[in-house]
């Protein structure tokens, strides 16, 4: 028996060894160590040994099936691992195959410009403010030292309704409004975007309608530094630290001292090229010291309150930042301009 | 206002800077220049000749031969010009000579006679058509006799002037004349100046004798000074004049107009005289206009006046707009040898009525419109009278016929150095303050730190304190201003709660493939009346018109935003731009008064259009085209989003597909709808299938429910029972649906359809739909039967509630 147990194994090792895939290892699984099989076989003829041969038989015929178990078992695992391999193989794809789009909207190029000064102000301590599109003559002109015939209304050609109501020309109401409602004696730190209408032709500079950003500082002791380093903050963060301002007076009904203001042509830095018609400077936006006319109309002594307030157009800003060579691209919504913004 | 350097320098030193940096100087102290032109910079060797003799040229009609004489040769020219003759002075281009274009001129044979050099023209030597003086448009320029020959023409015509364009703030109006410009120059670049003295030496009698001023509106008319000259002679001014007038952008008429138009611009007081024969009259009355009167104006045109308007009369009728134009009848004209020369101050309201009424504008009516100098209107009255003596021969009456209520004082505006720097975060000293009213030329008394401004006349912009802030602020400089940052009370920024939802809505649209839009507000006739929300149309609103649109497009204040977001789409897809996917947030107008004595409301919609494909993966064969259901998806996300529980209710509207339409209610209100737009506008836009969504966000976002409840997530498992029931036709998933949640209510805590068929193995009229049923109870493992017996319920209540039977 002994000579037929160690030919099993042998056998078996073989076999096992020679097995290509799972389905011909357990076929052997069944031969060598099933019911039927050639060991088992062997170990039913157990019961004709003698006594003294039994245990060592045994303990042989033991050590036979665990061999071939642990060789079955060792081949089980390398099979399988062959056969994970061929599965991955089979099921490589075309990863040079485009990936299924995700839809992707965005915001319109004006909404970015307006939310990033939102922003920039908020951080500043200012609220946001807005107001009617439809305003009337006073908050729109008188109570921003606008009187009924003074010539200064011309620098704003207005769509009227009636005698008294009208299309904003700017969003400065909503700050005669917000003066009017702090009464005089809160400090007043805000920012007013939105729509304002003008009557003008519309044409690759001009739009009858267009977009506003307005701010406005009220308080005891504001002066006309601060709002230079107002000023030179919001165009660094706008356009880039290394960019520089300068302040030119100018005329405005509202403020007094009255200011425009540059910052530094991106392109030439200063030395003058056709971006900015040979200057070196790019005008931005208009401000000053909030006239004392205006500041009493809503309620402010001052004596005591002084403030600064600016405006600028984000259309403008916009096409300055990406040389956007037409206004009209802001409302023509071509799928192909709305697009191009997405990383801004 | 353009301002001529070589005029300038009769005024003000500007030696020692070049035009380029002059001009940033000017802009950076508060008058902007926007351009520098350079009349005839490239002209290079071009000199006066005198024309010999002047014959045909053998071998062509239309050309001359000339032989010229420029001073060390004589030149044989062949001149084209119809106007060339002999004994002329002209401009000779000699060979070598470089013109404007970089032109230059060389030896050339014109039909076989040579011909060395040209003779020019104003145009050809740079001059603007619109400038060239009366009867030089069409042929060569001719120097008066005393121009001596072989001189450079570069000075003698002004070529080598640079000229600057200012862009003039209302404010500035002194900036308007030489002298204003003057001062400020001067004050920028702290130099002296000098200016004309306006001295006459007259005759005997007085014009007092022969003319008197009665001025029946003197609020409107604080001043006016009636000279008289006569014996005049009518000729074209001297050289230096016409020079500088056309440098200036006036066209030189003759010596009489041309010296008003000098003075004009000079002084920046209009100025204007009458023909004195063709008056008839030893009287000039100012008066309002009677209505109906009617003038002809120096434009040959016949105006019809209001009492609105200020008219200048003889006592019968009038003879001038004041301070606007004059009257046709009493132009001065090639024969006058009498002029009435008026020199008054119209009131800037009066004038800005007429120009408004006419639509005349003119040199002196923006002027008077911007207020002028009250102390130089006299001045400048003499001073053309000087000049008339001058140029034209005239002989000036003693004296004026003059009214006068005129105020000349001085305002005084008090400051302190501690005030100044206050307001402007600089340390001024008073030194320095003292320093700049010299420069600015501005009289003042001083005690320390305290100051007494008197602002002069020709200042009118200057009132209060403010003001004078800014006239040492600007002279300081605005560059040397310091950075600071303001020290007043923190205050935190933030968005309000309205703010923050805008933005939301706005995030979320844009994460689910929504491109944000703006369009115009203002809207046209036929997209005003189109599909208006209905809970908007239920109330009885009248569209807000503008009062004078500039076109019929834009002439209504919107009442949607779809109509222009779908001529957006038609725009896109005529550019086979065919997958749109957008939304707005905008006001809508909304008034119920057919005329508007207070503000319309503007109520905030957000609105979307879509169109063409959803969703699209072309290689695996996917595409999936906006439907109705893409919309509601988008509003169900939207709303869950919120907070807000949104129901869709079957609604027809006009220019919306019948059957795919849906309002949106919100406790049983409806704040908006979503569909198909109707096929026959779609045809009519020429669009794909378009599905929109329009919804009034101002009451949405006062709505919202931004304080989630927690609840635990169940501990106890879910059990799922799925039932496809066979339906008529008519039967609404919705209501079923509806159905089993009331009846399995509490232990149904989820209800979805997932199949809808109809076709085979269903009877026609019928179609299945299935729902899954989720059951689960927050406290306890549920039992078989509890769910079987609410879902038999469930079952039975269906059958019978809508005649349905269990699809097996």
């Not at chain 2, 004309?196 to 007259?202: C, G, L």
């Not at chain 2, 007085?206 to 000074?225: G, S």
């Not at chain 2, 076109?551 to 550019?575: G, T």
């Not at chain 2, 869950?640 to 220019?655: M, P, R, T």
Request: glycine share 6%; with cysteine; net charge negative.
């Amino acid at each position: 028996m002994k000579e037929q147990l160690k030919t099993i194994q042998k056998d078996a090792l073989e076999e096992i060894s020679n097995a290509e895939d799972m389905k011909e290892l357990q076929a052997i699984k069944v031969a060598f160590l099933g019911k039927k099989g050639s060991l088992t076989q062997v170990l039913r003829g157990m019961g004709k040994l003698s006594k003294e041969e039994r245990p060592v038989i045994g303990e042989l015929a033991n050590q036979v099936r665990e061999g071939i178990t642990a060789a079955l078992e060792e081949k089980t695992t390398s099979l399988e691992k062959l056969e994970m391999e061929q599965q991955l193989q089979n099921e490589a794809i075309d990863i040079t195959l485009p990936g299924r789009p995700v839809k992707v909207g965005g915001p319109h190029l004006l909404t970015q410009i307006i939310e990033e000064i939102e922003d920039l102000f908020i951080g500043m301590g200012y609220e946001v403010r807005e107001g009617p599109e439809v305003e009337t003559d006073y908050f729109n002109f008188e109570a921003l030292n606008l009187p009924k015939g003074h010539p200064a209304r011309d620098m704003q050609d207005t769509f009227y309704i009636t005698n008294e109501l009208l299309m904003r020309t700017h969003t400065s109401p909503v700050q005669a409004r917000t003066m009017q409602e702090y009464q005089g004696i809160k400090p007043v730190k805000m920012i007013c975007p939105g729509k304002v209408y003008r009557r003008d032709t519309d044409d690759a500079t001009h739009s009858h309608q267009f977009t506003q950003i307005e701010g406005l500082y009220v308080d005891k002791n504001v002066r006309m530094s601060d709002l230079k380093g107002t000023l030179n903050t919001f165009a660094k963060k706008t356009f880039g630290e290394d960019r520089e301002i300068r302040l030119r007076p100018s005329y405005f009904p509202f403020t007094e001292p009255s200011v425009e203001m540059d910052i530094s042509c991106k392109v030439c830095r200063g030395e003058g090229c056709s971006v900015c018609k040979e200057t070196g400077w790019i005008e931005i936006l208009g401000g000053g010291m909030v006239h004392p006319n205006v500041l009493s109309m809503a309620g402010y002594d001052p004596d005591v309150y002084t403030g600064f307030a600016f405006g600028m157009g984000p259309d403008r800003i916009a096409m300055l930042k990406y040389g956007v060579e037409d206004i009209r691209h802001f409302y023509t919504n071509d799928i192909r301009f709305l697009k191009q913004f997405h990383q801004a | 206002m353009l301002v001529s350097l070589n005029w300038l320098k009769n005024y003000v030193d500007i030696s020692g800077i070049s035009t380029e940096e002059l001009a940033e100087k000017i802009t950076k102290s508060g008058i902007e220049v926007d351009g520098i032109e350079y009349i005839a910079q490239e002209t290079k060797g071009v000199v006066t000749g005198y024309v010999e003799s002047c014959e045909k040229h053998p071998n062509a009609d239309k050309l001359s031969l000339c032989q010229v004489d420029v001073g060390d040769e004589k030149l044989q020219i062949i001149c084209g010009a119809p106007n060339v003759a002999k004994g002329q002075k002209v401009a000779v281009a000699r060979p070598g000579a470089v013109l404007p274009g970089n032109f230059r001129i060389k030896k050339v044979k014109l039909r076989g006679v040579e011909s060395n050099g040209m003779i020019c023209s104003l145009q050809e030597l740079g001059t603007d058509d619109k400038y060239i003086p009366k009867g030089m448009e069409d042929g060569i320029y001719v120097f008066p006799d005393d121009v001596k020959v072989g001189e450079n023409v570069e000075p003698l015509l002004n070529l080598d002037d640079a000229v600057l364009e200012f862009d003039l703030t209302p404010n500035r109006a002194d900036a308007l004349s030489m002298i204003g410009v003057a001062y400020e120059v001067a004050a920028i670049l702290d130099k002296p100046i000098q200016l004309p003295e306006a001295e006459v030496n007259t005759l005997d009698e007085d014009a007092n004798d022969h003319v008197k001023v009665e001025v029946e509106a003197p609020d409107l008319t604080p001043y006016y000074a009636a000279f008289l000259i006569k014996d005049l002679e009518i000729k074209p001014s001297p050289l230096w004049m016409s020079n500088y007038l056309m440098a200036a952008g006036i066209r030189p008429i003759n010596n009489v107009v041309d010296i008003t138009n000098y003075v004009l611009l000079e002084y920046g007081q209009p100025l204007h005289a009458f023909d004195y024969d063709r008056l008839h009259s030893d009287k000039i009355v100012v008066r309002r206009a009677r209505d109906g009167e009617k003038i002809v104006t120096l434009d040959e045109q016949e105006r019809v006046l209001t009492e609105e308007n200020l008219v200048i009369t003889n006592g019968k009728e009038s003879v001038a707009l004041a301070g606007v134009m004059g009257g046709f009848e009493t132009e001065v004209h090639d024969g006058t040898t009498a002029v009435l020369l008026e020199a008054a101050l119209f009131s800037p309201a009066a004038v800005r009525r007429t120009v408004k009424q006419t639509g005349l504008r003119s040199e002196s009516s923006t002027r008077f419109e911007k207020g002028i100098d009250p102390a130089r209107v006299k001045e400048a009255g003499l001073r053309a009278c000087q000049l008339f003596q001058k140029y034209a021969n005239g002989k000036v009456y003693a004296g004026a016929a003059e009214f006068d209520e005129l105020d000349k004082s001085e305002k005084t505006v008090k400051m302190n150095t501690s005030q100044i720097n206050r307001r402007l975060g600089t340390e001024i000293s008073a030194e320095d303050i003292v320093q700049i009213l010299n420069k600015l030329r501005f009289h003042f008394d001083r005690d320390g730190d305290y100051f007494t401004v008197y602002a002069p006349t020709r200042r009118q912009d200057i009132t209060i304190f403010e003001d004078m802030l800014e006239e040492v602020a600007r002279i300081y400089g605005y560059d040397h201003l310091p950075f600071t940052l303001p020290d007043g009370t923190p205050q935190a920024g933030t968005l309000t709660e309205f703010q923050l939802l805008k933005r939301k809505v706005k995030s979320y649209l844009q994460g689910a493939g929504l491109m944000e839009t703006i369009t115009y507000s203002l809207t046209d006739e036929k997209k005003i009346k189109r599909l208006i929300s209905p809970e908007v149309n239920e109330e009885n609103i009248t569209p807000v018109q503008l009062a004078k649109p500039m076109s019929e497009d834009h002439k209504y204040l919107r009442l949607s935003l779809l109509p222009e977001l779908l001529s957006i789409v038609s725009y896109n897809q005529a550019r086979n731009q065919n997958d749109v996917a957008y939304y707005e947030l905008g006001s809508i107008f909304v008034s119920e008064e057919e005329t508007l004595t207070h503000q319309p409301e503007e109520r905030l919609r957000l609105s979307g259009v879509l169109s063409g494909e959803w969703l699209a993966h072309p290689w695996q064969q996917e595409s999936k085209e906006v439907d109705f259901y893409v919309v509601k998806g988008l509003m169900e996300g939207l709303f869950d989003h919120l907070g807000i529980q949104i129901e869709f209710k079957q609604v027809k509207l006009d220019d919306m597909h019948p059957g795919r339409s849906a309002a949106l209610k919100v406790h049983n209100r409806t704040i908006g709808f979503i569909g198909q737009l109707h096929p026959l506008l779609q045809k009519d836009m020429d669009l794909k299938d378009t599905y929109l969504f329009d919804v009034n966000l101002d009451t949405v976002l006062k709505i919202v429910d931004r304080d989630p409840e927690y609840g635990q997530i169940p501990k106890y498992p879910s059990i799922i029972r799925d039932v496809a029931f066979i339906l008529d036709q008519d039967v609404l998933a919705g209501n079923v649906k509806e159905t089993i949640e009331e009846v399995g209510s509490p232990l149904v805590t989820q209800v979805q359809v997932f199949d809808v068929y109809e076709g085979n193995n269903i009877e026609s009229g019928k179609k299945s739909i299935a729902y899954s049923l989720l059951y689960q109870h927050p406290e306890k493992t549920l039992k078989d039967e509890e769910v079987e017996a609410s879902f038999s319920e469930i079952i039975e209540t269906v059958k019978n509630k809508y005649h349905a039977h269990v699809r097996s």
